[in-house]
């Protein structure tokens, strides 16, 4: 069992694919996606962090160093384990910046990513600012980097129902870090309802 789940992992760093963690929900198939049927989330992460501290300790940066971060990182986010996740990108940040190694859509997935954990971790506002103005012309206009654009700005301007329309079509692995904030804006959202409109309203006309 060790030595397939090391294939499986071997597999999925090298050709990207597969896991849904949930059927109706987003799959990280298109953005690298994670170990299928697999060893426990742990058992997984050792492997990848070996694998990182390998690369590190031999000074290997290439197109695999990158494909081994950015798996690990969407694996990250697919479990739900942020700390992680920040090191990784911590890590792709600099890797992408180097010519020849990734592709531009990598790029502007991860620049996406950065937006949203800024705003998932709830981080101030000259930060989020910060990284919106590090991003290139290119990358604001591709799609899955003005859809983090549109939750950002949905988050700060309170317009919860379009916060949870951009849930629902949430690029690559986007959902997972909204869904790291989801309950909290659940939460402001039923209070300025409750303000607004008095209790009477059932919670089922508010789209959330």
């Known amino acids: 069992r060790v030595a397939a789940g090391a294939a499986a992992v071997a597999a999925a760093v090298e050709g990207g694919c597969v896991g849904d963690k949930d059927a109706a929900g987003p799959s990280p198939k298109d953005g690298g996606g994670v ?5 426990p989330y742990i058992w997984v992460w050792e492997q990848l962090k070996s694998i990182r501290q390998d690369l590190t300790v031999q000074h290997i940066r290439s197109k695999l160093t990158v494909a081994v971060y950015e798996y690990h990182a969407r694996h990250c986010l697919f479990n ?5 996740f ?3 990108q911590s890590v792709i940040h600099t890797l992408h910046e180097e010519p020849g190694i990734c592709t531009q ?3 502007f997935e991860f620049a996406a990513y950065s937006i949203l954990y800024a705003v998932a971790t709830d981080q101030s506002v000259w930060e989020v600012s910060r990284r919106l103005r590090d991003l290139s012309s290119d990358a604001r206009d591709h799609p899955v980097v003005r859809h983090a654009m549109k939750v950002r700005e949905a988050t700060s301007t309170g317009d919860y129902a379009q916060l949870f329309r951009l849930r629902e079509r949430a690029p690559h692995c986007s959902r997972f870090l909204i869904d790291a904030f989801a309950d909290r804006a659940r939460m402001d959202a039923l209070r300025v309802a409750c303000k607004a409109y008095a209790p009477e309203v059932p919670v089922r006309h508010l789209g959330l």
């Open 35 to 39: 170990v299928p049927d697999d060893p």
């Open 80 to 84: 739900g384990d942020w700390g992680e």
């Open 86 to 88: 920040n090191q990784c």
């Open 105 to 107: 859509e990598a790029r």
